[in-house]
């Protein structure tokens, strides 16, 4: 076996390490979630009801839209780690985008009907009730329990540097705003301003479908191939750069697979070295990116280095 053939399986070992560690990882906080959620969703209903709280019914609605999304981020996670195979060649990963673009959809729906919900109340003030004193409790308790979760579920997304992580804890941070919203909206109710509890379901209902909508749009954009940001594309360059052999790097072009990175760039090396130097010098670049980067796949072609000072001359 090669040197390089160690390295690349080196590499590729690496990779798949990564990938296990943040399945791991996305399985451990999302089954946490799981728990907080189901425990919410059934508390805030049953007391939204009993104690006649639209707000506390649409906090709880939106706990159980983490509930439901919860288990799409599993099925995502589970699938994300397969391996590549003939029909999908660079692997698994754009099923967290895809996991992604469904959470986003499910927010924007989620929200839309609390705003319908929350504007059909509205057009009759007179029949909204006084709300009872339990729900204020329970919203504190509630908004108390997701800022916890969201803290320990973006801590871990960073972490393991995963994007539907990422997505799936604001999404419990979003809960926790929404239960602060309606414990205002309860306090404003106790205080003899019954209006108050439905303008919080209809604030909540706006802030879950401005996530849902934001969410879904870039992960649309991440399944149409979106480049990484300019500077995660300027330290790939550097590294390519600093391989020996390599005089000049141009046309480097990067796609996202789910928190993967594809990479296509030209390298430019000396016009005298033989095929053979040349394509060591592309697998040694290949290699120190892969290391240093969240990179799965960099494909590498070989340009001869331009020289102007003998561009124009004639051939001999």
Known sequence: MTLHQTEYDDNVHDNESLVAQRAAAASRSTWVSVVVNLALTLLQIATGILAKSQGLIADGIHSLSDLVADFVVLVANHHSQKDADADHPYGH??????????????????????LWSAFTKLEAPASIPTVHLSA??????????????????????????????????????????????????????????????????????????????????DALHDLMDRAVDDEEVAAIRATLLETPGVENVHDLRTRKMGDMIVVDVHLEVDAAQTVEAGHNIAVAARNRVMQRHRV?????????????????????
Not at 296 to 307: E, F, S, V
């Open 93 to 114: 990963q754009r099923f967290e985008t895809g996991a992604s673009l469904a959470l986003g959809a499910l927010l924007l729906a989620v929200g839309l009907g609390m």
């Open 136 to 217: 204020l409790w329970v919203a504190l308790g509630a908004l108390i329990a997701k800022e916890t979760l969201f803290r320990y579920m973006l801590a871990v997304a960073k972490r393991v540097k995963s994007s539907m992580l990422v997505a799936n804890a604001w999404h419990a941070r979003s809960d926790a705003a929404s239960s602060l919203v309606v414990a205002i909206g309860i306090v404003g109710n106790l205080a003899g301003f019954p209006i108050f509890d439905p303008i919080a379901a209809l604030i909540v209902g706006f802030m879950v479908s401005r996530m849902g909508w934001s969410f879904g749009w």
């Open 296 to 316: 799965i796949n960099l494909l590498t072609h070989i340009d001869p280095a331009q020289r102007p000072d003998l561009d124009h001359q004639p051939p001999p």
